[in-house]
């Protein structure tokens, strides 16, 4: 009897937990960034003329100044900025940035400090290198794609990613495995009129993002 209480212990204590999970490296990485990163991240959704615009954005201040792209919101009557608690704010329209680069400023007033991105240095990035992006497709709030770094277009000063972007990504973040802002989400290309994605996605470098928040005088905001 004492030995069959003995192996009963034994084999409770190689039981893990109710709801414990093991990951392996690759998935902590994943984890780790989107825990640390979405919370920083918000939709836009525009009012235009002839409808809604849905995009992407990040939050560069804890005081409500959000990066996002400019063809989200070109033209809108009303912008709509939602955070990843839910709570939804009406965004004054703050800067933008030459259409070839086809970055924004935001500017909502929120109830509490906000949790903010941190941006790498672009020039260090190299095709190969796994990267996270995070964005709304489609509506879906705050999802996670991954992929590679497939191609640095010098002449147009873009990387292309194999991670998944599709409308309403744009505005969101092409991150590095520390959770690094590289990349701003652009544009897909595709066959079918950027309906769907196929793995070929634009980002604009986050070194371009980074001196385009800097022209802008906060003390006027």
Not at 106 to 115: F, H, Y
Not at 170 to 186: H, R
Request: charged fraction near 20%; aromatic fraction near 8%; charge should be negative.
């Amino acid at each position: 009897m004492k030995k069959i209480l003995i192996a009963f212990a034994l084999l409770f204590s190689f039981i893990a937990p109710v709801g414990a999970q093991n990951y392996d490296q690759e998935e902590l990485i994943n984890i780790n960034v989107y825990e640390k990163i979405s919370p920083a991240i918000v939709s836009v959704e525009a009012q235009l003329s002839d409808g809604i615009s849905e995009g992407t954005g990040c939050i560069v201040s804890n005081n409500g100044l959000i990066l996002t792209g400019w063809h989200v919101i070109e033209g809108a009557k009303t912008i709509n900025v939602t955070t990843s608690n839910g709570h939804t704010y009406k965004a004054k329209f703050v800067a933008k940035m030459n259409d070839k680069r086809d970055l924004a400023l935001l500017k909502i007033t929120p109830e509490e400090d906000l949790k903010t991105v941190s941006f790498g240095d672009s020039e260090e990035v190299k095709v190969g290198q796994k990267v996270l992006s995070i964005g709304n497709p489609f509506g879906f709030s705050n999802t996670l794609t991954q992929g590679i770094i497939s191609r640095i277009d010098y002449v147009k000063n873009r990387f292309q990613t194999d991670a998944a972007i599709n409308p309403g990504c744009s505005g969101g973040p092409i991150l590095n495995t520390t959770g690094e802002v590289i990349g701003i989400s652009q544009s897909i290309y595709n066959p079918d009129h950027n309906i769907s994605n196929i793995g070929i996605g634009f980002a604009i470098p986050s070194n371009d993002a980074v001196k385009f928040i800097a022209t802008v005088d906060k003390s006027k905001i």
